[in-house]
T-cell receptor, first 114, second 112 residues
Framework: AQSVTQLGSHVSVSEGALVLLRCNYSSSVPPYLFWYVQYPNQGLQLLLKYTTGATLVKGINGFEAEFKKSETSFHLTKPSAHMSDAAEYFCAVSSSGSARQLTFGSGTQLTVLP | DAGVTQSPTHLIKTRGQHVTLRCSPISGHKSVSWYQQVLGQGPQFIFQYYEKEERGRGNFPDRFSARQFPNYSSELNVNALLLGDSALYLC???????????FGPGTRLTVL
């Protein structure tokens, strides 16, 4: 069984400050990891993904995440927050192989203060 | 290219009724998955279909069913609606079952 824990349901940062959204996962097999963003009244947009290879993954809009197997973590960061980053962020895990079912965390609402 | 499309955008039903939600995948994608997102929670997996066959099913009652058509579009059906079925229903498509999933805008279902 797989699970995802997102620490902090709400995170507030000032515009221009570092964004750090935390994600820890549990998986019995090598995981594939994803970050999605959801703007109000919209679906999910893929930010980035880790499958295999390089553990530091770069995504869209300046976001990146690092896969740390020893810590079972996949935290999302952005060096400088922009007002347009305000949204809900979901971390998800799936097992490799066929029938990939995503297991999502409960989400982190990011607020960017002017 | 068009993304994943879903219809309708919003739907209001009463308890006990039946509902059908529709999804068209990205062109070339052969797999469709359905998720339920209750307000304030992350999405939960309902079904995955590939080449018209069910490849995965989440922990949902038999009131929930789905199918995939030859053109790879899909329908999600929910019978005997309960208040707790009120949620955003998301469809995601991928080229194959083990590929990255791309989500549509969702259908907001309200059960009164």
């Amino acid at each position: 069984a797989q699970s995802v824990t997102q620490l902090g349901s709400h995170v507030s940062v000032s515009e221009g400050a570092l964004v750090l959204l935390r994600c820890n996962y549990s998986s019995s097999v090598p995981p594939y990891l994803f970050w999605y963003v959801q703007y109000p009244n919209q679906g999910l947009q893929l930010l980035l993904k880790y499958t295999t290879g390089a553990t530091l993954v770069k995504g869209i809009n300046g976001f990146e995440a690092e896969f740390k197997k020893s810590e079972t973590s996949f935290h999302l960061t952005k060096p400088s927050a922009h007002m347009s980053d305000a949204a809900e962020y979901f971390c998800a895990v799936s097992s490799s192989g066929s029938a990939r079912q995503l297991t999502f965390g409960s989400g982190t609402q990011l607020t960017v203060l002017p | 290219d068009a993304g994943v499309t879903q219809s309708p955008t919003h739907l209001i039903k009463t308890r006990g009724q039946h509902v059908t939600l529709r999804c068209s995948p990205i062109s070339g994608h052969k797999s469709v998955s359905w998720y339920q997102q209750v307000l304030g929670q992350g999405p939960q997996f309902i079904f995955q279909y590939y080449e018209k066959e069910e490849r995965g099913r989440g922990n949902f009652p038999d009131r929930f069913s789905a199918r995939q058509f030859p053109n790879y579009s899909s329908e999600l059906n929910v019978n005997a609606l309960l208040l707790g079925d009120s949620a955003l229903y998301l469809c995601a498509s991928s080229w194959m079952t083990d590929d990255t999933q791309y989500f549509g805008p969702g259908t907001r279902l309200t059960v009164l």
